[in-house]
């Protein structure tokens, strides 16, 4: 019982938060970066704030995150940060000697005020900035938002520094993938591709935090859009933005910065994700779709039908990232699976509850939603009524133990699992995955509770 003071009795809180189901605005940054070609993502802050994200990357990923840190002291709280921040882009162009360096703040530094394009102007004009290098920045204060927040914010800082048009429309198609892993990223694009697209996405972190094992540490990986392929994000003819709260800022700034026209869809999980994510490329680029991903669709439908009589009527809760939330309650939907909690720790909006309440009105069963919301609160319904399935990231492992139900790990950040940055969960391929996952967590589950006479070989 590790949540044992988890009551039944619920009480209303309004400045307390139990079990977040979200993290900080830094850690968003931190990764939106790592989706640039030779980035090295800065934290402008103490070392220990720095050392967390790191840290929480390294652990989601299994792979050495890279990064910097304008490692405030007494001085710097006090007197501000800009002398740290010169000398470390100094330092670290001198002896990293990255392409690009993407500045982040930290509660602290926006406590103090820190005024960082103004720093950044200084640093080029004080020479510390070689000539055919960049420095860009994004404000994260993590008193608000999430991890969600930083990671919208560093991809709309890609489009303020650098996308730009020359009147000219290219045959290309912006992807913003969102806050998604770095499988489903080369999945979406994979698509787009075999429907003949270019594509240019950002960020983009396949084969940064996904590569292959080659024997040789390479401090900035062969992954990740470059500079000159974002500075044409500008000239594309659209922009498919996967995911309203991670993505959608990004797509407006460009959009009204370059005149790209912008299709706002939800990520694309599940049959119906997938379909719409497909649907929108067709339209944008106006291409015909091949035969090899009506092939795919195909295999999902015919999954879909094989595991449909499992699936039926099972209670499901989810804790995550509200792009993810909703993607994932939809696709659920659509299996006659019965998504009733559903938290998400990013604020994001009376718009955003609406479209989660519009996707579960059919249900039969009572709903209960809160965004943002945390995980004491979840588990608190489960205990009052309990459900089949959690679905969620590691922190939900609690839960899972405690009342005996279980978990489809999902999301971010999952940290005692491996693998799961290099298999897509979007994506027709995605879809069949995460169906594969679910009902081999439910039958596990069925094997498990069987008598011995109930116990079947074929299911
Ligand atoms: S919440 Fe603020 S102080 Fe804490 S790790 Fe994140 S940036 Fe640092």
């Known amino acids: 019982m590790l949540l044992r003071h988890t009551t039944k009795d619920i009480a209303d ?11 900080c605005q830094p850690i968003g940054a931190m990764y939106a970066s790592l989706g640039v070609h030779g980035c090295l993502p800065h934290s402008h802050g103490s070392q220990g704030c720095y050392a967390y994200h790191r840290s929480t990357l390294t652990r989601h990923y299994k792979e050495p995150v890279m990064a910097a840190t304008s490692a405030f002291t007494e001085g710097a709280s006090v007197f501000g940060g800009q002398a740290n921040l010169v000398q470390a882009i100094d330092n670290i162009f001198t002896v990293y000697n990255p392409e690009v360096i993407a500045v982040h703040t930290t509660c602290l530094s ?8 103004q720093i950044i ?12 290098k960049y420095v860009f920045h994004a404000n994260t204060p993590s008193y608000v938002g999430s991890h969600v927040t930083g990671f ?9 520094y650098f996308a730009e048009t020359n009147g ?3 045959k290309t198609l912006n992807l913003i993938p969102g806050y998604v892993e770095p499988a489903d990223m080369e999945e979406v694009r994979r698509l787009a591709e075999t429907m003949g697209i270019q594509t240019v996405m950002f960020p983009d972190t396949s084969r940064v935090l996904n590569g292959p094992m080659t024997g040789k540490f390479k401090m900035y990986p062969d992954g990740g859009v470059t500079i000159d392929t974002l500075k044409t994000a500008g000239s594309s003819m659209g922009t498919v933005a996967m995911g309203r709260i991670a993505s959608l800022a990004a797509a407006r700034a460009l959009d009204s910065k370059c005149k790209v026209p912008c299709q706002i869809i939800d990520l694309p999980i599940g049959l119906h994700g997938t379909d719409a994510f497909v649907d929108a490329l067709r339209r944008m680029a106006g291409v015909n779709v091949p035969d090899r991903i009506t092939y795919e669709r195909g295999q999902m439908v015919d999954l879909i039908a094989d595991m449909h009589q499992y699936f039926h009527g099972k209670r499901v809760a989810i804790a995550g990232d509200p792009d993810q939330v909703l993607a994932m309650a939809k696709f659920l939907v659509s299996l006659d699976m019965k998504p009733v909690y559903m938290v998400s720790g990013t604020p994001a909006g009376k718009k955003y509850v609406k479209s989660l309440e519009e996707a579960v009105k059919d249900l039969g ?4 939603i809160q965004v943002p919301g945390d995980m004491y609160l979840l588990h608190q319904w489960i205990k009052n009524d309990p459900v089949d399935l959690l679905i969620g990231n590691t922190y939900m492992k ?6 005996d139900i279980p978990l489809v790990r999902y999301g971010f950040p999952i940290l ?8 897509p969960s979007m994506g027709y391929k995605g879809g069949i995955r995460m169906l594969e996952k679910i009902l081999d967590a439910l039958l596990d589950r069925k094997d498990r509770d069987s008598s011995d006479i109930d116990m079947e070989l074929v299911m």
């Not at 609690?398 to 009342?403: F, G, N, P």
């Open 110 to 117: 926006e406590t103090i005020g820190d005024d960082i394009p």
């Open 152 to 160: 919208s914010n560093m991809t709309k800082a890609m489009v303020d």
């Open 13 to 23: 809180r309004k400045a307390l938060t139990v079990n977040p189901a979200k993290t």
């Open 168 to 170: 000219k429309k290219a």
């Open 398 to 403: 609690y839960i899972a133990k405690d009342e």
């Open 365 to 368: 069963d009572e709903v209960k």
């Open 121 to 132: 102007a200084k640093a080029r004009s004080d020479g510390k900035i070689p000539e055919g």
């Open 416 to 423: 005692d699992r491996v693998g799961h940055s290099y298999l």
